[in-house]
């Protein structure tokens, strides 16, 4: 089984309308967890961190759920700008090794 | 702030030939650094990391090497290029010790012939 494990779409959202993505990972007892942003041909760009008890940052909320092993992120309003592919990160074993999924791919129809 | 800076940006290369990507991390000092491969339609894979000078852990054997010779510069080489070796190369840094988050420079694109 995968570390992480994304669906990869692609997300194909109305400008203006709210989309949402989980992802799941395998180890119960990862420690940190994270999304970041990767446009075409560019590198990764943190997004945010996932805390416990969620986060939300401007249209971005975060939310993460231990007991069923997954995170979770949620784009309200949807800009074109937001196009890009969401990386879930998770650190399985608490040292320096990250482990990320292949991305969720979003893309907003104007 | 800290920035991070890769280079080149983008190589062509014939199979056979050698390899060497730079990475350097300015406004830190003593960071943890990461060199990692993307390949076309797959995730980041881990290939080596370092949490000091001289000191590296590898992840992934294959025909690729790295150094630190000094507190902010990693370099990846290799001494022959396979065709599978072709893929997005990322440098990454983090605060050593209390935080995780990684921080990307903005990779190497390189292809193989």
């Known amino acids: 089984r995968k570390e992480v494990e994304q669906d990869p779409g692609p997300f194909n959202v109305p400008e203006g309308a709210t989309v949402a993505f989980n992802c799941t990972y395998s180890?119960?007892?990862?420690?940190?967890f994270f999304w970041y942003r990767q446009d075409c041909r560019k590198e990764p760009k943190l997004l945010m961190s996932v805390y416990s008890s969620g986060n939300e940052d401007g249209r971005f909320t975060a939310q993460l759920n231990r007991a069923s092993q997954y995170i979770s992120l949620l784009i309200r309003d949807s800009k074109l700008s937001d196009s890009a592919t969401y990386l879930c990160?998770?650190?399985?074993?608490?040292?320096?090794?990250?482990?990320f999924g292949k991305g969720n791919q979003v893309v907003v129809i104007p | 702030s800290q920035t991070i800076h890769q280079w080149p940006a983008t190589l062509v290369q014939p199979v056979g030939s050698p390899l060497s990507l730079e990475c350097t991390v300015e406004g830190t000092s003593n960071p943890n650094l990461y060199w990692y491969r993307q390949a076309a339609g797959r995730g980041l894979q881990l290939l080596f990391y370092?949490?000091?000078?001289?000191?590296i852990s590898s992840e992934v054997p294959q025909n690729l090497s790295a150094s630190r010779p000094q507190d902010r510069q990693f370099i990846l080489s290799s001494k022959k290029l396979l065709l599978s070796d072709s893929g997005f190369y990322l440098c990454?840094?983090?605060?050593?010790?209390?935080?995780?988050?990684?921080?990307f420079g903005p990779g190497t694109r390189l292809t193989v012939l």
């Open positions: 180890n119960s007892a990862s420690q940190s």
């Open positions: 370092s949490v000091g000078i001289g000191q």
């Open positions: 990160v998770v650190n399985p074993h608490g040292n320096n090794r990250l482990a």
């Open positions: 990454a840094w983090s605060h050593r010790g209390y935080t995780d988050t990684q921080y």
